[in-house]
């Protein structure tokens, strides 16, 4: 099955610095990727996704990037601000009507903490 | 973004006794929902994918006996905790997939319920 892993666990940056987390992949056959922001106690919330026929994807201050090749995808946030402090998950799946009922595969999360 | 429900928030109960928790997609019909627990400071591992009409698909691991899955509705599944004891306190988040093409992937999350088993 899928196999997802996220770096770095933590993360803290100060206040309109870029963050990124990363994250890898193992399925070659996944080919969609969310990320999640869940602030505690929290359900988590869509963020921003990307098909793996798109190499990038761009929303205001959040980025997503994608390898295929090399089986990783990116979150980049940036001008950050203290409310986006929260933990992060990114995620895969095979998407579509079939791959496996569209389970998703989580990463372990970043907390990320935006300082003043 | 779709709207997902769950019932209730928070629940304490003896252990011993049985929990039901709702799920619902308010505004669009899911077809398959699923189930995650999640404990303090990890990530959200999945229980089990809900087909409504059909049985369940459980990840391995999973009692499927104790954590019974009903989706009746294409808006609605519950999951009942049976017997439960003080290693099932946990927070139980469902999520819902739309359907339609080109989203078919997505998945909306529940606000989740916490449960404390004593």
């Known amino acids: 099955g899928e196999n997802v892993e996220q770096h770095p666990s933590t993360l803290s940056v100060q206040e309109g610095d870029s963050a990124v987390i990363k994250c890898t992949y193992s399925d070659s056959a996944s080919n969609y990727f969310p990320w999640y922001k869940q602030e505690l106690g929290k359900r988590p919330q869509l963020i921003i996704d990307?098909?793996?026929?798109?190499g990038e994807k761009k929303d205001q201050r959040i980025a997503v990037t994608l390898n295929k090749t090399a089986k990783h995808f990116s979150l980049h946030i940036t001008e950050t601000q203290p409310e986006d402090s929260a933990v992060y998950f990114c995620?895969?799946?095979?998407?579509?009507?079939?791959?496996?009922?569209?389970?998703?595969?989580f990463g372990t999360g970043t907390q990320l903490k935006v300082e003043l | 973004g779709a709207v997902v429900s769950q019932h209730p928030s928070r629940v304490i109960c003896k252990s011993g006794t049985s929990v039901k928790i709702e799920c619902r997609s308010l505004?669009?019909?899911?077809?398959?929902m699923f189930w995650y627990r999640q404990f303090p400071k990890q990530s959200l591992m999945l229980m089990a994918t809900s087909n409504e009409g059909s049985k369940a698909t459980y990840e391995q691991g999973v009692e499927k006996d104790k954590f019974l899955i009903n989706h009746a509705s294409l808006t609605l599944s519950t999951l009942t905790v049976t017997s439960a004891h003080p290693e099932d306190s946990s927070f139980y988040i469902c999520?819902?997939?739309?359907?339609?093409?080109?989203?078919?992937?997505?998945?909306?999350f529940g606000p989740g319920t916490r449960l404390l088993v004593l």
């Open positions: 990307i098909r793996s026929n798109v």
């Open positions: 995620a895969a799946t095979q998407g579509g009507l079939t791959g496996g009922g569209n389970k998703l595969t």
């Open positions: 999520s819902a997939r739309t359907g339609l093409a080109g989203g078919q992937e997505t998945q909306y």
């Open positions: 505004d669009f019909q899911a077809t398959t």
